[in-house]
């Protein structure tokens, strides 16, 4: 395959490409860097945000250059070499979507960053753990995360109103005046309905009809091609996994027993403990530990959460209004502490009385409208996260607020 068609496919995908709606993550990354890695969930618009760097800044230009490595013709050849071959043409950076599907992909990345001249942006599963790869690529490559959707990029992208994001003290602190200000331009609770059932994912913008199924197809891609390629796991064993996520969604917010679960997915119990990290890394589930137990990835949580809940809205017709509460909070809270890069996540715990402990510091009790202090009274920093309200007053805060978070 020449060059040359590598960049006529691009200029056709670049054709149907706008400019206009970008995720949180764009303005965040330092494009100039020499190694830059973005991960994350399929479907989130890792490809896309390649591609419109590529059109803002080299449009029209052969110095950048998007190739996927799903495609075959890059199984039979040296990544390094085409990457030499390309900086001989003049390249100055190139895209690598898909970098999971090649064999020793992280070897390659690190020639190309010792030997050559070129910048270079990965992308790829979230479930790949970069310092995990037997050359050390840590020092070289910077890390991105991409999460789904906010409740105020789903705003954005599907209603075209623009709101800044706010930090979790903010909303805390001034979460009435915060409320009432974002009151005045929209009317968030039919919004926060709709977005708890298709806002995280960016293809809502393409077809609501088979939104639900689109995400099946994204979480049997990742459990019958990404999983057993990064993580080598047997055919058989993803039948398994396929059965334990379907309880998980059915039974959300699960409280798990180990031995029934191992039980009914004929899964043993080192092995389910393990294949639940697998569902995490992989953005399908969350999992909150209690603070004493922190994250220990052999020790039961306390509760097991899709990851978000549009996944429960697909998997299953019977969800829970006050688990895909739950959910969603969780979901928000730890997408907004990982863009924060900590060194261990230790953001949200199960918390003693209330529903979650947030920074070691804030009480959460989610709940319906009619939620009381019952559970958390006396609690110092405690709060409620209340659903079907439009604006909070002292202590109660509307839940559809956390979605602005980032």
């Not at 191992?262 to 403990?273: F, G, V």
């Amino acid at each position: 395959m020449e060059i040359q068609q590598l960049f006529n496919e691009q200029n056709q995908l670049l054709k149907q490409l706008s400019l206009e709606k970008k995720r949180y993550l764009y303005q965040e990354i330092n494009w100039n860097l020499k190694s830059i890695a973005i991960l994350g969930q399929r479907g989130l618009g890792k490809t896309t945000m390649m591609l419109q760097y590529i059109k803002e800044h080299y449009h029209r230009s052969d110095k950048a250059l998007y190739i996927s490595l799903d495609n075959p013709y890059f199984q039979a050849i040296s990544l390094i070499e085409f990457a030499q071959e390309f900086q001989n043409y003049g390249g100055e950076i190139l895209f690598i979507d898909e970098v999971h599907k090649y064999n020793d992909w992280a070897r390659h990345i690190k020639s190309i960053y010792d030997t050559l001249s070129l910048r270079v942006v990965i992308s790829g599963s979230s479930i790949l753990q970069i310092t995990k790869q037997n050359v050390d690529l840590s020092r070289r490559t910077i890390v991105y995360h991409l999460e789904n959707l906010s409740f105020r990029e789903y705003l954005l992208l599907t209603k075209e109103v623009t709101f800044r994001s706010y930090t979790f003290e903010e909303i805390i602190k001034n979460h009435y005046a915060i409320a009432s200000e974002i009151s005045e331009k929209i009317k968030p609770l039919k919004l926060f309905k709709e977005y708890l059932k298709y806002g995280c994912y960016p293809f809502i913008l393409e077809d609501s009809g088979s939104y639900h199924q689109r995400i099946i197809q994204v979480i049997n891609l990742i459990l019958e091609s990404d999983l057993p390629h990064i993580n080598k796991i047997e055919m058989q064993q993803i039948r398994k996994l396929k059965k334990l996520l379907y309880l998980l969604a059915i039974n959300v917010p699960f409280i798990p027993n180990i031995t029934d679960l191992a039980e009914a997915t004929n899964i043993s119990r080192p092995k389910l403990y393990e294949y639940l990290n697998y569902l995490e890394e992989a953005k399908i589930i969350n999992s909150i530990r209690s603070p004493e137990k922190g994250y220990n990835i052999m020790s039961k949580p306390e509760k097991l959460f899709m990851q978000n809940t549009n996944i429960s809205y697909a998997l299953t017709k019977k969800v829970d209004i006050g688990s895909a509460r739950e959910a969603f909070f969780v979901n928000q809270i730890k997408n907004y502490y990982a863009s924060q890069n900590l060194f261990i996540d230790e953001a949200i715990f199960v918390a003693k009385k209330g529903d979650f402990l947030i920074d070691d510091r804030y009480t959460i009790e989610v709940g319906g409208k009619n939620k009381d202090f019952k559970q958390i009274k006396d609690i110092p920093n405690s709060f409620l996260a209340l659903d079907d309200i439009e604006i909070g007053f002292g202590a109660k805060i509307p839940l559809w607020l956390f979605g602005f978070l980032y």
